[in-house]
C-alpha cells in the first residue's frame, strides 16, 4: 500500500501555492507521480456580468503552470499537467471528478467564505462523494511542511471510517504520534451482544504503526467538535475522518457532517468514503 500517484487541485488564488508546495514534498517523501489540476470556474459570482473572459483565464492558467513547473523541477518530481478548459460548473465539478479517479490521492484547499474562490464552493465535497478516492484537505490559513507526524483518527467502526484509516496508513508510517479516537454513544442497561475482541490499534500495529486508542462518549451534537478538540490538543499535522455525506457519523447526529468538518478544520484533514 503506497501513495505512486497524487493530483493537486491548482488556482489562482494565494492559497495554491501553499497546497503545491505540500504536494511537491510529499510527491518526494513518497517518489510519487505530481499531476496539477487547474481547475476554475468562469463566475465570480451571481451576477451574469460578473465574468471573467477566456484570456484572462488562459492568463491566470499560464501562471500557476509556470509556478508547478518551477517547483516540481526543481524538486525533481515527475509530472503532468492537466486543464478544465470550460470554466463552467458542470465542466469544473464533472472533469474534476474524473480526474481524481486516475490517482491515489487528491489534494484540495478548504473553501475560504471570507474571500470569493474562482472554483465551486462545494467541489470538494463533489469530489469526496463521486471520485471513489480520498482526498486531502488543506486548510485555508497555517503552513505545512509536512504531514503525518502527528496524526487523530476519528474512529466510529463505520464502512466509510475504515476506508478512511487505511487510506492514511501510508501517511501515518513513521509518525511520532497517532491518536485513535473512538466516538461512541453511551449504552442504556446492560443488554450489549457480547462482540469479538477487535482492534483497530491491533490493525494499525501490523502495519507498523503503533497509535493510542481512546474512547470518546459523545452527546448528539459534540462528535465533530470532539474529533476538532483533539487535533488542537495532540497539535496534530493530519486529522482522518470518513466522509459522510449529509447522514452524519453513523449512530451520531445527523448535522455532524462532513460539510461541518470541511467549515471548521484546523489541520490538513483526509477524508474517504
Known sequence: MSLKHLLVHLDSTERSAERLHLAVR???????????LFAETASLGPSVVARRSPQN????????????????????????????????????????I???????????????????APFPHDLIEQVLLHSGR????????????????R??????????AARALNDAIPLMRGAQEVHVV?????????????????????????????A???????????????VLNRASEAAADLTVVGGYGHYGFP?????????DILRTMTTPVLLSR
Open 212 to 226: 493510542q486508542y481512546e474512547r470518546i462518549i459523545v452527546d448528539e451534537i459534540g462528535a465533530v467538535d470532539n
Open 251 to 259: 449512530f451520531l447526529h445527523r448535522h455532524s457532517t462532513t460539510r
Open 57 to 96: 483565464m488562459q492568463k491566470a492558467m499560464q501562471e500557476v503552470r509556470e509556478q508547478f513547473d518551477s517547483e516540481s523541477r526543481a524538486a525533481q518530481v515527475p509530472t503532468d499537467f492537466w486543464q478544465v478548459e470550460h470554466g463552467e460548473y458542470a465542466e469544473v465539478v464533472g472533469w474534476t
Open 151 to 160: 496524526v487523530v483518527v476519528a474512529w466510529t467502526g463505520s464502512r466509510e
Open 134 to 149: 480520498p482526498v486531502l484537505v488543506v486548510p485555508y490559513v497555517g503552513s505545512y511542511e509536512d504531514i503525518g507526524r
Open 182 to 210: 473512538a466516538l461512541q454513544h453511551a449504552t442504556g442497561g446492560s443488554n450489549a451482544v457480547p462482540a469479538p475482541p477487535v482492534d483497530i490499534a491491533v490493525h494499525l500495529r501490523a502495519h507498523g504503526i503503533e
Open 98 to 116: 474524473v480526474c481524481c479517479r486516475y490517482v491515489d490521492l487528491s489534494i484540495f484547499g478548504q473553501f475560504d467564505p471570507e474571500h470569493q
Open 26 to 36: 510529499l510527491a518526494r517523501r513518497f517518489e510519487a507521480r505530481l499531476t496539477g
